[in-house]
């Protein structure tokens, strides 16, 4: 079964203390990427990867890391978390193909971390 | 890229059609428009796509106007598992690097 799963789903935590949120994917999909969802602002791109080790900043990099080490993984780090990143967080992945004929008819999302930072 | 224009809510009686729509007048001629709905907090789910004509499949119709600048999603038979957020996007083309969800609409199927 197509998956793609994160964890945590939920996690609370305290300002400054460092954090991953994994992200892995069953599907061989080259293009993964991170979103996260706040109310009233949609779903904006945080981070992307065409490839294992290509990662490219999406619309709200700052405050956030990724790596690509390998070709199913894609973490999301947060070095020193703060309140203002407090969200719902989404991983994405597509095959490289579709991703760059703009064809986003065959992206799968992940179920969602809630993030709560004190 | 294309910016698009849904109404923020969108309320729809058990078993009538559902007709969401979508203003996309920047568009360029080689973006699709997509749509994809998210149920509750969960990961959003593609719908359909389309580029010119009207597509259609075993969830939802999508009829693009002539002009592309704007287009509607049909659930021919709303249920109240429909009820969702419903986002029209248009696809970036050649990079295909970003992929911008606006607010979209809120479909509220009641009986």
């Known amino acids: 079964e197509a998956q793609v799963t994160q964890n945590p789903r939920y996690l609370i935590t305290v300002t400054g203390k460092k954090l991953t949120v994994t992200c892995s994917q069953n599907?061989?999909?080259?293009?993964m990427s991170w979103y996260r969802q706040d109310p009233g602002l949609g779903l904006r791109q945080i981070y992307y990867?065409?490839?294992?080790?290509?990662?490219d900043k999406g619309d709200v990099p700052e405050g956030y890391k990724v790596s690509r080490k390998e070709k199913r993984n894609f973490p999301l780090i947060l070095e020193s978390p703060s309140p203002n990143q407090t969200s719902l967080y989404f991983c994405?992945?597509?095959?490289?193909?579709?991703?760059?004929?703009?064809?986003?008819?065959?992206?799968?999302f992940g179920p969602g971390t809630r993030l709560t930072v004190l | 890229d294309a910016k698009t224009t849904q109404p923020p809510s969108m309320d729809c009686a058990e078993g009538r059609a559902a007709n969401l729509p979508c203003n996309h007048s920047?568009?360029?001629?080689?973006?699709?428009v997509y749509w994809y709905r998210q149920i509750h907090s969960q990961g959003p789910q593609y719908i359909i796509h389309g580029l010119k004509n009207n597509e259609t499949n075993e969830m939802a119709s999508l009829i693009i106007t002539e002009d592309r600048k704007s287009s509607t999603l049909i659930l021919p038979h709303a249920t109240l598992r429909d009820t969702a957020v419903y986002y029209c996007?248009?696809?970036?083309?050649?990079?295909?690097?970003?992929?911008?969800f606006g607010t979209g609409t809120q479909l509220k199927v009641e009986l």
């Open positions: 920047t568009i360029s001629g080689n973006e699709y």
């Open positions: 994405a992945t597509m095959p490289l193909i579709l991703a760059l004929q703009g064809s986003y008819n065959e992206q799968f």
């Open positions: 599907m061989n999909h080259e293009y």
């Open positions: 996007i248009v696809g970036v083309t050649g990079g295909g690097n970003k992929l911008t």
């Open positions: 990867s065409m490839n294992v080790e290509v990662t």
